[in-house]
């Protein structure tokens, strides 16, 4: 028998372990009675393949929204082997855009590295996860939304919120509040384009207010806890 490596957090939650090696990061699905959302499409057309074949062998789901999380290469780059539609947060959508019309073979993104506008760490990891780059397709987005939009998987809720921050201003996290669950994305984490890494107050305190905004019993919770 194989087993998933897909984890599950309930019944109708999901998710996918992050790589380090290559920097896949964690992909999520939100399984409800009418449809389900996967939460970022991967960083190639080979790890979102593995998400759809974890989903089919865990029960034979198959992703009817797909959501991405922020425009950084890891989450995006699998966009094509999806053939539902695309949500973003309208400046995902723009970059994304703008990323797909880019050539992502060797010499092209060594060439943006020595200008400055691609860093070595993404290189690195690109090459690490994709060696031949030469059929890649990003697809771009296809509904867009600038503050909030909310999902009604049935018995399932996904409210999809932009919160920003220092990682990256286009920032959304999503927010399964019958499940009192939060796919973060990368929100909380530094932003990894400009050095030296750090948080600053002035993006960081934003973000916690979105994030107080959008899910208050969790943080209640917590905070109750404490
Ligand atoms: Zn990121």
Partial sequence: ?????????SERIHWLSPDGTTDRPVLGVIQGRKGTLVVDAGNSPAHARLLLAEMAQLGNIRPNYIALTHWHWDHVFGSAEFDAPLIAQCETAQIVKEMAQLDWRDEVLDARVAAGTEIDFCRTMIKAEMADRSELVIRP???????????????VTCVLRHVGGDHSADS???????????????????DIYNEPRRYTTRKLFPLIDACWRAMPSIICWDTMKK
């Fill in 1 to 9: 028998m194989t087993i998933s490596r897909l984890n599950t957090i």
């Fill in 141 to 155: 987005p296809d509904i867009t939304f600038t503050q909030e939009m909310t999902l009604d998987l049935g018995d």
């Fill in 172 to 190: 959304i996290i999503i927010y399964i509040p019958e499940e009192k669950v939060v796919f973060l994305g990368d929100a909380l984490y530094v």
